[in-house]
């Protein structure tokens, strides 16, 4: 079992920044597939970003791209969304996720532990 810790969420202004942070509790998240998802209010959760297991792959909705970076430091079993440019439809809880399989993946069928998340809140 992996027991998945977000932070770093909080409230900022549009055009702001926030990087989140994924921790595992008590192992390291070398053997695991990352990614971020998001809920907003009233609609369904959907995906961020992804990273494979070695940290050299990775990929983003389009909704993102350019703007946000997802990155992991396995030596410290965490795994980081670094946000840019935020905008008022950023503003969801999100979810890091992770994936006992070998590839990258913008599902979240495919992910086996999710943390709680944690809240963004973009102001305009």
């Known amino acids: 079992q992996v027991q998945l810790v977000e932070s770093g969420g909080g409230l900022v202004q549009a055009g702001g920044s926030l990087r989140l942070s994924c921790a595992a509790s008590g192992r390291t998240l070398s053997s695991y597939a990352m990614g971020w998802f998001r809920q907003a209010p009233g609609k369904e959760r959907e995906f961020v970003a992804a990273?494979?297991?070695?940290?050299?792959?990775?990929y983003y909705a389009d909704s993102v791209k350019g703007r946000f970076t997802i990155s992991r430091d396995n030596a410290q079993t965490t795994v980081y969304l670094q946000m840019n440019s935020l905008k008022p439809e950023d503003t969801a809880v999100y979810y890091c996720a992770a994936s006992v399989r070998s590839g990258i993946y913008n599902l979240d069928w495919k992910y086996n532990y999710w943390g709680q998340g944690t809240q963004v809140t973009v102001s305009s």
């Open positions: 990273i494979s297991r070695n940290g050299a792959s990775t």
